[in-house]
């Protein structure tokens, strides 16, 4: 049933671009339909599209770190104002909810407790509700107003990798519809956006065949104590998820920071020869980034810098460099988790840890 592969893990990681390319553009119900992108299962007209005024994402964990990346993309692209919240705080904090507010609960499971608990809540206020879910006919799949399904297949392994990944690309595409109607973006924008959308898959799977540079690298922290994840924007957000991945199936305490806060706390962390993954895909930010490595490298750190494709300039900066292919700035998460993923894994791999089935872990967390 692992298809040859020593773990889910790894098996559901080599999935990523079936899976991301399923969800782009399901066959049953394509997605990217002459130039335009068209959500038919959404069920949300063009009216209600236009009539939302504030959005709020809300999800655990890993679904929860989609929705930060998801509040730059809405924000940036369809200049719509979006909160993020965890479900377990959102539920009981009596959040404001006025017309014209949609939730959206990312659930791969859908039957995490605090999301389902917070969608209900949601619904009792007589609030929109949107669910992007994986598992088809479950709870919040049902309750929620509208859906939209990630199409990931079956996710056994309790660190998720396709799921976290296909949630991007529904936010993607959600975003993008949300433009199109709203007149955000113009036409040509879209066509390029559409362009490097159907480039992910390919581009995943590039990274991918990586695989033993980065197990040579993560080998050589199999004894780390502490590691960093630091970026701005969406790299702050993939930040979030990398640092989970690795503490939850290797044991190594991490943290994920926005880069601009490290000198108001955590810098006092950095010893000689910390790991601190930068991740830098943001071309108006790589000069605030590159910075922000000096100030960490100064203090002892040791660099491994995930950026695009060319940029010499952070090569020159850092220790060690992994480089993602050129896509739109807003996708960049969708590339740049793989490395990152890949390095947990054989972090996990080499300590000899239970790689899918972490201990004090659950695949389903459906207690509050
Ligand atoms: C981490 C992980 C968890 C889940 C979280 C939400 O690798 O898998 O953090 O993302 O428990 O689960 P779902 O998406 O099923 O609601």
Redesign the pocket.
């Known amino acids: 049933e692992k298809g040859g592969y020593e773990h889910f893990m790894l098996k559901e990681m080599y999935e990523q671009p079936k899976a991301v390319s399923d969800t782009l553009n399901p066959k049953h119900d394509p997605h990217i339909v002459d130039g335009k992108i068209v959500l038919n299962e959404l069920g949300m007209t063009d009216e209600e599209i236009l009539k939302i005024k504030k959005i709020y994402i809300v ?5 929860y770190h989609t929705g930060v990346t998801g509040k730059y993309v809405f924000e940036g692209m369809a200049r719509i104002p979006v909160e993020v919240d965890l479900a377990s705080e959102f539920r009981y904090r009596n959040p404001i909810l006025d017309e014209g507010t949609l939730v959206i609960i ?7 407790a605090d ?1 389902l608990a917070a969608l209900r809540e949601a619904k009792a206020r007589g609030i929109k509700t949107l669910g992007i879910v994986n598992v088809v006919g479950s709870s919040i799949a049902r309750e929620a107003d509208n859906v939209m399904y990630t199409w990931a297949g079956p996710e056994i392994a ?3 990798t396709k ?2 990944s296909t949630q991007l690309i529904a936010l993607y595409l959600l975003a993008m519809r949300f433009s199109q109607i709203r007149k955000t973006v113009s036409e040509e924008e879209m066509e390029v956006m559409i362009q490097d959308l159907k480039r992910l898959p390919d581009q995943i799977e590039l990274l991918l065949a990586n695989k033993e540079k980065i197990q040579k690298f993560a080998n050589r922290y199999l004894a780390a104590k502490d590691v960093f994840f630091i970026g701005r924007g969406v790299d702050f957000a993939i930040s979030l998820e990398g640092s ?2 690795l503490k ?1 199936i290797s044991y190594i305490h991490s943290e994920a920071y926005a880069a601009g806060e490290l000198k108001h706390g955590t810098i006092s962390l950095i010893e000689e020869g910390t790991l601190v993954a930068a991740v830098l895909t943001q071309e108006d930010l790589y000069k605030k980034m590159i910075s922000n490595i000096v100030e960490v490298r100064t203090r002892g750190a040791f660099v491994m810098a995930v950026t695009n494709e060319g940029n010499i300039e952070v090569e020159k900066a850092s220790d060690y460099v992994v480089y993602i292919p050129q896509t739109n700035s807003y996708f960049t998460n969708s590339l740049a988790i793989i490395p990152l993923q890949l390095f947990s894994y054989y972090v996990s791999l080499g300590k000899g840890c239970d790689v899918d089935k972490p201990r004090n872990l659950a695949k ?2 459906t207690v509050e």
């Open positions: 999800a655990c964990g890993s679904a990312i659930s791969q499971s859908g039957e995490t999301s309790v660190a998720t799921a976290y989970l991945k939850e389903s967390v």
